[in-house]
């Protein structure tokens, strides 16, 4: 099959570019600016992958020419919740840009529309059904201060997901799916470091950046919400859930699922364990007695199972993908050494507030 993956130079729309292309598919993945180079140079060993620059998706009138002898679209470009820009511009991304995308694909003849969320777009403390929603508007984040960005990141979150959800009942002869992501934690694709190339650009690393900030002794910076699953569990839900048929029986408002990992994250038995697994970082490691201990999401782990096929006993275990992400950025920063970079520390802030 052909596919087209938005947001292919970030952390999990490269995941999952790799899982389409490891079992033969052809592979259009988009990104913007200089990433698209480097996303090429990232899959430049596999025949069946072609890196395109997207246009703005709120202004270009039609992104058919892109999407040509594409069967399945897999969407999961987004503003970072760092982007301070105008807040029209996300607004007008979120309703127009959402809807152009959506309207280009079907006009190319994409019957099959998968889709990255976010646990955000739901109450902090549920419920979380496919008809729940976070009541978090663009007014919302006009009012916040530049403290309470997130709201704008929220905002837009929510309100895509609701336009995706109103074109989907809109032309119900588009399958459209929804999935809505934890925390994604796990280790980057191989060659990712060509996407990170300089520490500057540690937000590139995604929710990642919260392990290598780990490495950093004097560290404060932690993340605040509930919630999380491997990069790997969360690319084959992407993957399978493009063929799995089940999904075709629910009425179209009703194919949106969020997706956490059956357990807690523990960060200061992460920091202990990453000591115990790696003791060469012993010295690196933060305080552990100033990491967070989160719950686990309210997931309905027998409907992932059911309608995205990663089984109960497949999923993978907070140590297992805090440790292979940290090894992931040890290659990075390897990396970066050979590029003759001698200070291989993040910024000393956060990227997400």
Same mark, same amino acid.
């Given at each position: 099959?052909?596919?087209?993956?938005?947001?292919?130079? &970030?952390?999990?729309?490269?995941?999952?570019?790799?899982?389409?292309?490891?079992?033969?598919?052809?592979?259009?993945?988009?990104?913007?600016?200089?990433?698209?180079?480097?996303?090429?140079?990232?899959?430049?060993?596999?025949?069946?992958?072609?890196?395109?620059?997207? $246009?703005?998706?709120?202004?270009?009138?039609?992104?058919?020419?892109?999407?040509?002898?594409? %069967?399945?679209?897999?969407?999961?470009?987004?503003?970072?919740?760092?982007?301070?820009?105008?807040?029209?511009?996300?607004?007008?991304?979120?309703?127009?840009?959402? !809807?152009?995308?959506?309207?280009?694909?079907?006009?190319?003849?994409?019957?099959?529309?998968? /889709?990255?969320?976010?646990?955000?777009?739901?109450?902090? %403390?549920?419920?979380?059904?496919?008809?729940?929603?976070?009541?978090?508007?663009?007014?919302?984040?006009?009012?916040?201060?530049?403290?309470?960005?997130?709201?704008?990141? =929220?905002?837009?979150?929510?309100?895509?997901?609701?336009?995706?959800?109103?074109?989907? %009942?809109?032309?119900?002869?588009?399958?459209?799916?929804?999935?809505?992501?934890?925390?994604?934690? &796990? $280790?980057? /694709?191989?060659?990712? #470091?060509?996407?990170?190339?300089? *520490?500057?650009?540690?937000?590139? !690393?995604?929710?990642?950046?919260?392990?290598?900030?780990?490495? +950093? *002794?004097?560290?404060?910076?932690?993340?605040?919400?509930? &919630?999380?699953?491997?990069?790997?569990?969360?690319?084959?839900?992407?993957?399978?859930?493009?063929?799995?048929?089940?999904?075709?029986?629910?009425?179209?408002?009703?194919?949106?699922?969020?997706?956490?990992? $059956?357990?807690?994250?523990?960060?200061?038995?992460?920091?202990?364990?990453?000591? !115990?697994?790696?003791?060469?970082?012993?010295? +690196?490691?933060?305080? *552990? !007695?100033?990491?967070?201990?989160? $719950?686990?999401?309210?997931?309905?782990?027998?409907?992932? %199972?059911?309608?995205?096929?990663? #089984?109960?006993?497949?999923?993978?275990?907070?140590?297992?993908?805090?440790?292979?992400? /940290?090894?992931?950025?040890?290659? =990075?920063?390897?990396?970066?050494?050979?590029?003759?970079?001698?200070?291989?520390?993040?910024?000393?802030?956060?990227?997400?507030?």
């Amino acid at each position: 099959m052909a596919y087209f993956v938005t947001g292919a130079s &970030g952390l999990l729309g490269a995941q999952i570019v790799k899982g389409l292309l490891d079992a033969g598919n052809a592979v259009r993945g988009a990104a913007r600016g200089e990433k698209v180079s480097q996303l090429a140079k990232v899959f430049e060993s596999y025949e069946k992958f072609t890196a395109v620059e997207i $246009p703005d998706l709120s202004s270009c009138p039609d992104l058919g020419s892109i999407f040509q002898g594409i %069967e399945v679209l897999i969407h999961v470009a987004a503003f970072l919740p760092s982007f301070r820009g105008d807040i029209g511009i996300v607004e007008k991304y979120s309703t127009e840009g959402t !809807e152009n995308i959506m309207d280009s694909a079907r006009r190319a003849g994409i019957k099959n529309i998968i /889709v990255t969320g976010t646990q955000l777009s739901y109450d902090r %403390e549920g419920p979380f059904g496919p008809r729940d929603w976070r009541l978090t508007t663009f007014e919302d984040a006009r009012k916040a201060t530049e403290a309470q960005h997130f709201v704008v990141y =929220i905002a837009q979150k929510v309100v895509s997901e609701q336009t995706i959800m109103n074109w989907a %009942e809109r032309h119900p002869d588009t399958r459209v799916v929804i999935l809505d992501t934890t925390y994604i934690f &796990g $280790p980057f /694709v191989p060659n990712y #470091k060509y996407i990170v190339n300089h *520490p500057k650009l540690y937000g590139s !690393e995604s929710t990642n950046y919260f392990i290598h900030f780990l490495l +950093r *002794p004097e560290n404060k910076v932690f993340v605040v919400y509930h &919630g999380w699953v491997d990069i790997r569990n969360l690319a084959d839900a992407h993957i399978n859930a493009v063929h799995n048929t089940a999904i075709d029986d629910l009425p179209p408002r009703d194919r949106r699922f969020l997706i956490g990992a $059956p357990e807690g994250h523990n960060w200061q038995q992460a920091i202990s364990h990453i000591k !115990e697994a790696r003791p060469a970082l012993a010295d +690196r490691l933060c305080n *552990p !007695e100033l990491a967070p201990i989160f $719950p686990m999401q309210v997931t309905d782990l027998d409907k992932t %199972e059911k309608y995205l096929g990663i #089984k109960k006993e497949s999923y993978i275990s907070f140590e297992d993908s805090i440790v292979d992400a /940290v090894d992931s950025i040890l290659d =990075i920063e390897a990396y970066w050494k050979e590029q003759g970079i001698t200070d291989i520390g993040l910024p000393n802030e956060p990227l997400f507030n």
